[in-house]
Structures are given as C-alpha cells and as structure tokens.
C-alpha cells in the first residue's frame, strides 16, 4: 500500500517518507521556477505537499505529537 511501518508502531519511519517526499517536490521545482510565476509556484507546491499528506492519512490518526509537529 506504500506505508512504512516500524516495529513499534510509533509511525516515524512514515512521516520521514512524508516530509522526505514532500521537500524532494519542492527543491525539484526549482528546475522550472525561473520560468513559471509566483502564483502558479505556490499552486504546484501546495499540490505536492497535500497529496503527500493526504496520502493513507488514516494511518497517522494516533501519531505522536512531535510527529505531527514534523508534518506541519
């Protein structure tokens, strides 16, 4: 399913993918920023973002506070 799980449960190991995901998409993006505007940047970006976040999210419904913390 894409989920990656750790022996404790504890869900670090998903939300490092998420956040790893997250800004591999945003430092790519600078390939093409010199040629797409400021507006259509920040769309691309907070596309990225959430679908990365929105991704199996009912796993992370019991995650520790310092990781939810992280995906924010």
């Not at 894409?2 to 998903?14: A, E, I, R, W, Y």
């Not at 920040?42 to 913390?69: E, G, M, P, W």
Request: charged share 15%.
């Amino acid at each position: 399913m894409g989920v990656t799980l750790d022996n404790n449960l504890t869900m670090d190991s998903q939300v490092s993918e998420i956040c790893r995901s997250a800004f591999y998409h945003i430092r790519a993006l600078r390939h093409i920023r010199p040629v797409i505007t400021d507006a259509v940047a920040q769309t691309i970006v907070c596309s990225f973002v959430t679908s990365r976040l929105d991704y199996a999210n009912s796993v992370l419904c019991v995650i520790l506070a310092k990781n939810i913390h992280r995906l924010q």
